[in-house]
């Protein structure tokens, strides 16, 4: 169900070795999952073979609303639509991206994946142990806590969060502990916009020559600790970067 009205037709690819006739006769009694034409294949689904969406899409309007001709909101809307519709119909239209694959949060996905393209790894991992907006005390305590240290936010953080866990065993693994309270105004930010990055020419002309290499060193050892991670945790953020900028051609379109 994508909501109370609408339903999901999809085809998906699974790998099982238990009998399918024992899988169907578990969800196939779902009252909101059918699962219908079961096969066998040698070929697998994979990203990209995706052509397209199609939509049915049913409008309702009041028959009082009807009843007051052309002049009603309602009707000049459903004049617009019905001129559009041969176009539509013939070419489609371009989709936009939503926030789920940006990310809906006061910390969103394509800004860690903007980072990682970009080869700034401390400010991605900066982002990725960002307090968001709604989240549990214990989450946020332990967040927090990376001011002290990578050991102790390790410790502090909940099992369910198993990426940042991840993420910290390789951070405590590589050493970035020893850096890690300089950027704690950072990673406990809970601001909406991302930090301005520096410029080029300002930070060769004023930045010192020591703290210049402590910056490159400990981007270099958050490069590590992220290249550890899973890499479909990775091509998410990545991915919700590209979505970011396609929004932004459509737009342009």
Not at 193 to 213: C, N, Q, V
Not at 228 to 253: D, K
Request: hydrophobic share 35%; charged share 20%; with cysteine.
């Amino acid at each position: 169900f994508i909501d109370k009205t609408s339903y999901l037709l999809s085809q998906l690819g699974i790998n099982i070795n238990s009998d399918l006739k024992q899988l169907f006769q578990h969800y196939g009694g779902s009252n909101s999952l059918i699962i219908r034409n079961l096969k066998i294949s040698t070929k697998s689904i994979h990203l990209g073979e995706l052509y397209g969406n199609r939509f049915e899409i049913i409008m309702r309007c009041h028959q009082k609303e009807q009843a007051n001709g052309n002049n009603n909101p309602t009707n000049k809307m459903i004049n617009l639509l019905q001129s559009r519709m041969p176009f539509v119909s013939s070419y489609g239209f371009i989709n936009y991206y939503g926030l789920q694959r940006l990310g809906s949060s006061n910390v969103p996905s394509w800004w860690i994946g903007r980072a990682i393209l970009k080869e700034e790894y401390n400010k991605a991992v900066q982002y990725i142990l960002s307090v968001r907006l709604k989240e549990g005390d214990d989450v946020v305590q332990a967040k927090m806590s990376l001011n002290t240290s990578v050991k102790e936010c390790l410790k502090l953080m909940p099992s369910r969060m198993t990426l940042e866990i991840l993420l910290l065993q390789n951070l405590k693994r590589y050493g970035w502990e020893s850096s890690s309270s300089s950027s704690s105004s950072t990673t406990s930010s809970t601001t909406s916009s991302p930090p301005p990055p520096p410029s080029s020419t300002a930070a060769a002309s004023h930045e010192d020559p020591h703290d210049a290499k402590k910056r490159l060193k400990r981007n270099l050892l958050a490069k590590r600790s992220l290249l550890s991670l899973p890499r479909n945790a990775l091509s998410m953020w990545v991915r919700s970067y590209q979505s970011y900028l396609w929004n932004l051609m459509v737009c342009e379109r």
